[in-house]
Nanobody, 128 residues
């Protein structure tokens, strides 16, 4: 049973940076597409970024494009989300998710029910 652990969240000032990590145990990530979602109270869960198992196909939501970078190190069983130029509206709980049958990362790849495993979430707060 794959288990995902999200980490790296925290409090940061606007314009600052954070790097989130999603580390797997109980299995390997290299067979899975990994996506980052975020959730704020009263809003739907939002897909932020997605990376296919081979790393050759990546997608970003329009709200983070140019500021966030997703990457994966299959040898370390970890996927990263580097978040730069953070804005207050990026404040949310961030979750990584692994989907075995998500074959392509596109704006349509963020259907939560298509992901098999989820991390526990890590809080990101952007505030001065």
């Amino acid at each position: 049973q794959l288990q995902l652990v999200d980490s790296g969240g925290g409090l940061v000032q606007p314009g600052g940076s954070l790097r989130l990590s999603c580390t797997a145990s109980g299995g390997t990530l290299d067979a899975y597409t990994i996506a980052w979602f975020r959730r704020t109270p009263g809003k739907e869960r939002e897909g932020v970024s997605c990376i296919r198992s081979s790393g050759d196909n990546i997608n970003y939501s329009d709200s983070v494009k140019g500021r966030f970078t997703i990457s994966r190190d299959n040898a370390k069983n970890t996927v990263y989300l580097q978040m730069n130029s953070l804005k207050p509206e990026d404040t949310a709980e961030y979750f990584c998710a692994a989907g075995r049958d998500v074959y392509y990362c596109s704006p349509y790849a963020y259907v939560p029910s298509e992901y098999d495993y989820w991390g526990q979430g890590t809080q990101v707060t952007v505030s001065s």
